[in-house]
């Protein structure tokens, strides 16, 4: 076709400019990314307890509240012992509590569900928690109004 601009720019050689077209059935390699730096890299792992464990939330009309929990630093693990709930109705608070880890399902629920929802103690039985995750706990039948807690106490590594 005559009189019509060429679709690829010209350039010594012809044809697209170099790296931004591989040929099909070509054995051109491709580009692989370098791994991401190692945590460790940007500073000293250290042990300590964990310090931002807690979370309130309070009972709606429906007798329900959700607290969720979880490492708030870069780079952060937890290593859960123990998970303690409480309602300001305490022992006379008949509401049930299930915790949950990452997302609220029931495949991601652990350790079972408290009947004592006003306080009780979950000794931890599932894996660490990584930064990014979060721990929930879900009451349900508690006395609206009513201030719902979860302490999660434990072990961390963080970065100094």
């Known amino acids: 076709m005559r ?3 060429d679709p690829v720019p010209a350039r010594a050689g012809g044809g697209w400019p170099r790296g931004a077209v591989v040929r099909a059935g070509s ?5 692989v990314l370098p791994r991401s730096a190692p945590v460790r890299m940007f500073g000293r792992l250290e042990r300590k307890a964990i310090s931002d464990g807690t979370a309130q939330a309070t009972v709606n009309g429906a007798g329900t509240a959700t607290v969720r929990v979880g490492p708030v630093h870069w780079g952060e693990t937890w290593y859960p012992a123990s998970a303690d ?3 300001t109705s305490g022992v006379d608070d008949s509401s049930t509590c299930a915790f949950y880890l990452g997302v609220i399902s029931a495949a991601t629920q652990i350790g ?3 009947y004592a929802g006003g306080g ?6 599932a894996r660490p928690v990584q930064f990014g995750e979060q721990v929930y706990a879900v009451w349900s039948g508690g006395n609206p109004g009513d201030i719902a807690t979860m302490r999660v106490t ?3 590594d963080v970065i100094v």
Do not use: E
């Open 3 to 5: 009189g019509l601009p």
């Open 27 to 31: 054995m051109v390699r491709r580009r």
């Open 85 to 87: 709930i409480a309602t």
């Open 112 to 114: 079972g569900q408290s």
């Open 120 to 125: 009780d103690t979950m000794a931890w039985s």
């Open 154 to 156: 434990g072990d961390a």
